[in-house]
């Protein structure tokens, strides 16, 4: 089952063309990779599709249960509550505020309660409060931050910032998770833990996973299906062998390492 479907989206800033014509299909249940050189355009896609840059040309479609609902030009928090989330390359916590309150927030996000029932503390407030505070401990819990629940996000060490920007990113119940070089920074023991994570937390809240990485293991490792841009221009698409043994890739990329 198709869940995204991204036809010939050309991305220009003035003169640059940072994507050039790129398509994707994302299958549900997938983990797929996007690799290229620095500037090559990777993080453009993930701006493009989460509705930070409208497309130049192109068209960004959504399935969603079984309804092609077309997201070319709409707003982030618009794609966001539709069900497609995700994560920077530059982590984007709230750092004054504790570890809970940053999955809190992406609860926020689809609440139901309005303004005045949490002024007045309907009941249904309280509900939904309750239910946010249970499974924002929940995801605490995913991500081994229990313990640092109360601690101010700035304070803790990198790799527990990128698993709490993945949590807030899994409080917004996400059907398409981007995650934006989820490894970068991370040691090598680190990264290994990483990309166990990933793969479960894609069983468990059945989801369909599109990644920026740099980390070669990573990508090889978990992504059944990778994506080669290079200068904005898509030059493979294959399994992790076919394309560690494509020649494009090796002279565009993986010989600049
Ligand atoms: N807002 C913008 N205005 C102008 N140019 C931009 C903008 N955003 C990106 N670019 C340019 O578009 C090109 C693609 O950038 P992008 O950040 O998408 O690459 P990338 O593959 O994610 O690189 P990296 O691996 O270094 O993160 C680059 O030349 C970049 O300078």
């Known amino acids: 089952m198709i869940m995204l479907k991204i036809d010939n989206v050309t991305v220009k800033f003035g003169g640059l063309t940072a994507v050039n014509s790129f398509k994707l299909e994302l299958t549900k249940g997938e983990i797929v990779g996007l690799i290229g050189p620095n500037g090559a355009g990777k993080t453009t896609v993930f701006n493009v599709i989460t509705g930070v840059y409208k497309p130049t040309e192109g068209k960004i479609t959504f399935i969603k249960d079984k309804s092609k609902i077309n997201i070319t030009g709409l707003r982030p928090d618009q794609i966001s509550k539709l069900g497609i989330c995700r994560t920077f390359q ?5 750092k004054d505020l504790t ?15 309005n303004i005045f029932s949490s002024i007045l503390r309907l009941p249904n407030y309280t509900r939904e409060e309750r239910e946010m505070y249970e499974k924002s401990m929940y995801l605490l819990e995913r991500v081994g931050l229990t313990k640092e629940k109360d601690e101010k996000a700035y304070s803790l060490p990198y790799g527990k910032q990128r698993r709490l920007e993945i949590a807030r990113a899994l409080a917004t119940n996400p059907s398409i998770l981007l995650l934006d070089e989820p490894a970068a920074g991370m040691n090598p023991q680190e990264t290994k833990e990483l990309m166990k994570f990933i793969e479960s937390i894609k069983d468990e809240f059945d989801l369909t996973i599109f990644l920026i990485e740099h980390h070669m293991e990573v990508v090889m490792g978990i992504c059944k299906r990778i994506l080669v841009l290079d200068y904005g221009i898509s030059i493979a698409e294959g399994s992790p062998r076919e394309i560690q043994n494509n020649p494009k890739v090796v002279q565009a990329y993986l010989g600049v390492e």
Do not use: D
Not at 90 to 94: D, E, G, T
């Open 90 to 94: 530059n982590i984007r916590l709230f």
């Open 99 to 113: 570890v809970l309150e940053n999955v809190f927030i992406g609860n926020h996000l689809r609440i139901k309660s």
